[in-house]
């Protein structure tokens, strides 16, 4: 590169009329550029320098965009799932277009905006920066499902590494029972109530199982310092599968009649 302007001879069809030039630079990735073309007739007219003489300014970029979703996190289970979400961006242009591709990895089938089919096939979002895709199809309980973005920059570039997350359907609500207290039973004592708690699909989450107590003759709850809460209040126990739960019984009057929700 030096810095006064430089002519390039090109090769000239005098049948077609189209010019080429093979002496191009390396361009360089992100760098603007600007080309002049002139012509030079028989008798030495030209239009060099002149408004009839022609110029263009592009930007090189050979750099692939990226995209991602942000909708969920990997390998993850949902229970709603509305609008699949994400973002997208390039480093020299901008982004044009943004397609997903959402996968049944059971059924082995894709999404088609509107139809699961059995080939690969891609759907335009709405937005680049920050997109979004509303027409998702009705997810089965149960079964898994990968999502791909793809972006496509204003240079053509396609993203080639493309992200996949996957997540897992689970609409199904978690199961709890109680081993102590036993319904409908009396006791002399009670120090720690006991119980389990499952669930099929996503498993109970660290600190997710709770319970109330009320106490039935005075219609009040247990709220962690004796029984004066008016409305039901529910108390994070110790454990998820198998849990237990101490720390009322010294509050536990003689012939009142108690209630334990899980």
Known sequence: WVID????????DTETKYWTCISTPVWQNGVQYQVKVWAIDTVNNTNKNTAEAGSV??????????????AFSDTSYRSSLSTISGTAADTHTAVTQVEISIKDLSALEYWRSNAWVSYSTW????????????????????RSYAISS????????????ITTKTFTWDVSKPTTTMAAPVDNKYYRTLT?????????????????????????ETNKWWGGFGFSESAEVWKTVTGENAWTYAGFAGYLQSGRMYTVKS
């Open 150 to 161: 793809m972006a496509i920059d204003r240079a053509n570039n396609y993203e080639s590494i």
């Open 192 to 216: 720690t109530m006991s119980g389990t708690a499952t669930d099929i699909l996503a498993g109970i989450q660290t600190s997710g199982v709770e319970i109330s107590i009320k106490e039935n």
């Open 123 to 142: 759907v335009a979002v709405s937005g680049t920066a920050n997109w979004t895709y509303s027409s998702i199809p009705t997810w089965v309980e149960g």
């Open 5 to 12: 302007e430089t002519i390039i001879n090109t090769t000239y």
């Open 57 to 70: 300014t592009f930007v090189y970029d050979a750099t692939e965009p990226d995209s991602i979703v942000t």
